[in-house]
């Protein structure tokens, strides 16, 4: 058993511990609690706190970091993505297993310890293993018209079986979006994890921008004509004539063990009924800007008592992956949130939406010592606001590695 001390130590289900002290033993957290004098390491003036979660990436999306320019509406981001994309065919793979392993190691150097991660192919399963970086990896599944949505589904899960992930990286299946995926693929996959019994969690990208709200109310807009340019749009499609929240919850998808993405565009109404449906909403405000949709309804989701997580979303559409310069743009946008209600929404909001909870996103005892400690600069008071507004990796490390260095 090794002992540390710090300055301070944020448990995150309690408040911080001034001269604080953590035990670990055999990589998990013994102890937790005022500093004695008998600890093995002083770390001096840091905080340790859990390492972050990042809960809403892409990772298979990193080779197209720098490739893809901010845009001033979304349907202006997604056209030159979607090309970017149709070219993928003529990369060599391994550029782009390059670019997504660089992403993970990356992503851990910042402080990441945890990952919801979106897939369309499921190749960053493998490389999160070899990287031991833990997570749960979203079979995203796309179609919103033309096809068998039960048989879609069985052979998502047919790929799922054949990678037989384990207790560290965990698979399921997600819809899209309301415009990408038909209700009966909505229904199919509902089903599907239904089956699968409880602890099976999903999410969906939702309320990201004004054209899916358009789409979804009226039935017009940007989103129908790319649809009907690229020969998705769904002529039997009935237009709900409501939001995309009322949309997926009149479908019975939405439930507690679904992470609602984005929710750029939600209401009152719309997050009275998220709330009580228990579902997590997760935040990516430095990505929503760089594709036009604007900033996220931060104060609004805290102050209507929604479980808020934080992600990063794609290199596609972000700078980086560090999950405390996306903790910087929320206390940017919602200045008037607890810093300690954002350090929660990074560990353990997020890490108990992915399934993960037991194990990280707290310092409490019999939990993972996957743990970082941030060096703080003299004087500092506040810790938690310092925490809150962009930490840099060369103040950060992980708390046994440091150890055994």
Known sequence: MIRFSADWVLPIADGPIGGGAVAIDGGQIVSVGVRDGSEDVALGRVAVLPGLVNAHTHLELSYLHGRIPPAPSFLEWVRPMLAARRERAGLDDQIVMRATADAIARARATGTALFGDVSNTLSAVPMLREAKMPGCVFHELLGFRGVDADEQVAGAQRAIDALSAGDEVRLSLAPHAPYSVSPALFSAIRRHLDEQGRGMVSTVHLGESPEEVELLKKGTGPWRSLLEEIGAWNETWEVPACSPVEYLADLGFLQNSVLAVHGVQLEGNDLSRLRTLGVTVVSCPRSNQYV??????????????????????????????????????????????????????????????????????SIEPGKRASLIAVRVPEGVTDVEEYLVSGAEPVRLSWLLDACTS
């Open 292 to 361: 036009g949709v604007g900033s996220p309804p931060l104060e609004a989701f805290y102050a209507m008592k929604l479980d808020v997580a934080l992600g990063t979303d794609s290199l596609a559409s972000v700078e980086d992956l560090n999950m405390f310069s996306e903790l910087a743009e929320a206390r940017r946008i919602a200045p008037r949130v607890p810093a300690r209600a954002l350090l929660r929404s990074a560990t353990l909001t997020g890490a108990d939406a992915l399934g993960f909870g037991d194990d990280y996103g």
